[in-house]
């Protein structure tokens, strides 16, 4: 289901009305309704390289939803992008601080969760992030 209704999404071909019955066939409708919570606001932030805990949105909030981040390395040997929710760091992307990455082609990385306390990135030298959700 993650791969039709993203190329619905990528697309622009699917509306809401298409992605609420491609649910109910797949009978996975919070996971649609999470998907369409974050397409209604559509809200979009950019975090610069070296950042340190960059808050998601103006104040981010318990039950901000991150759809997701796209990684924009600059050179192969980028830094680290960790993703928080709060003091703790839910998911560390290496990029190519230890093993050079191949190519500097910008990558998806799917999060969709619900914040527990507030949404915050951390970036490392050469790297950019553009975070994809619902944010306060």
């Known amino acids: 289901i993650d791969e039709e209704i993203a190329s619905h999404r990528s697309a622009a071909l699917g509306t809401e009305k298409e992605l609420v019955a491609l649910a109910r066939t797949r009978k996975d409708a919070a996971h649609a309704i999470n998907v369409l919570e974050a397409r209604s ?3 979009y932030e950019k975090v610069d390289a070296s950042a340190t805990a960059q808050v998601l949105g103006t104040t981010s909030a318990t ?4 759809e997701g981040i796209t990684i924009f390395p600059a050179v192969v040997a980028c830094g680290l992008v960790s993703v928080l929710d709060g003091a703790t760091t839910l998911y560390t992307f ?3 601080g230890t093993t050079a990455l191949v190519d500097c082609k910008p990558f998806y990385v799917p999060i ?3 914040a527990a306390t507030a949404w915050k990135i951390t970036t490392g030298a050469n790297v950019v992030v553009h975070a994809q959700g619902n944010f306060t």
């Not at 039950?63 to 991150?66: A, H, K, V």
């Open 94 to 96: 290496a990029g190519g």
């Open 41 to 43: 606001r559509g809200d």
């Open 112 to 114: 969709k969760a619900k």
């Open 63 to 66: 039950g901000d939803w991150l």
